[in-house]
């Protein structure tokens, strides 16, 4: 037994392993710092008999097949990565193991030290590193195969590295660099001819990302996406840049169709209305039926309206306060339209119903209301409540016209507005004739159409 192992204080307490076996692998010495790794007792832990047995299994018997042997055999082992294991099993410390064979007097006997270092971190930093490997392996063949061009470019412009799709975009034989400014490689059109210094010129207004979509001199469209590339590992290296070059032929052109499609229905609709108008005309001909026949005219162009401003957004939600803009043009210069209110998108057959309701208002103002006289006032306020913002108040209120009288009779104006308003926002209607002026209310629900 090497006393000076036994009597050493510094080994005893090292941050490494240490542990004697006989030639059978059976403990006679650890020092604490192994006792404290597995959880051992130091005494228990000289007594478990054999060595292989504080190894993992998969360790164990990598152990026992391999490791052992050649140290009978060789002598020595040196930085052989295995596990060892907790007591209560639960979990494993990954060791670098190193072992020398030293005989004794009698060449029949002898003993094997082992230092073991704790090779947690570096475990750890081999696992990081190969999961880095492979993800950096998997973008990579994205890259390869990515329908889209994808360039590396410095300062001026030249590709310094490009995938297959670029390539082809830029018409090149080989992937080997070309010394060609990138916007000469592919030719824009416009003022976005010199599309990389476009870019370049913003990209400090854009947190370093810029995305623009532009057309080349074959009809092609793009969406090109530029953005600076972070070199943390040298700041002081030249700056260099990713670029995307998207080809959106496809969408753009099928855009277009649709665009063409929703055109020449906008254009039928219109016919429509043009259709009724006539027909309205040429039915409702006397003077006793012409007041009807310009109260029926003004809702269908109404309507007409709404239509155009809805088809105009290709049916998406509008902007409510785009209702406000007939009801400005009604009004002389002597008479003020105030409105105030957040950005609102209504949808479609909501708008439609709000165009109809204010083509309503419009007209009673004009003849009875604030509108009809000089110095006439109308305020328009809309808001937003609920924990969604979804549930709309829209006030129309009128002052500085004659005074107001409650109407004998409902019109059919009056209906049609409440009817229309109530099932499009499933809310509430009201209207007030208070003296100074019509107060008109509606309470609703935003909705998707």
Known sequence: MAKSILSDDLIHEAPCAFLVTDLRGTVSYANKTLSDWLGWELGDLVSVSKLHSLFDPASRLYFETQ???KILLDGQVKAISCSLQTKDSNSVIPVLLNAKLRKLADQNAGEIHFALFDASERTSFERQ???AKSEAEELAAIVRHSPDGILRCDSSGLPRRMNPAAVMMMGLESAEPPQR???DLIEMTGERKDWFDYALNRLSENAGHVRFETSDDKGRFFEISVAQIDQTENPYASKEY??????ISSRVKAQNRLNLLVE???????NIFANVSGL???SLRGDKLKTDRDKLLGRLDSLSNSHNLVTA???????????IVPVIAQASDNQQISFDGPDVKVGSNQFKALSMAFHELTTNARKYGALSVSGGQVEITWSLSGSDNR??????CERGGPPVVTPQRTGFGTIMLKQMLSAEFDGDISMNYARDGLEFDCTGRLRSD
Request: proline fraction near 5%; charge should be positive.
């Open 264 to 270: 020449e229905l906008n254009h039928r609709v219109r």
């Open 67 to 69: 490791i052992f042997p």
């Open 313 to 323: 957004n290709l049916w998406k939600p509008t902007e409510l306060s785009e209702l």
């Open 391 to 396: 549930n709309l108040h829209i006030r129309w």
């Open 129 to 131: 590193l190969l999961e």
């Open 242 to 247: 990713s670029i995307i070059l998207t080809d």
């Open 181 to 183: 400014k990138v916007s």
């Open 280 to 282: 309205v005309r040429l």
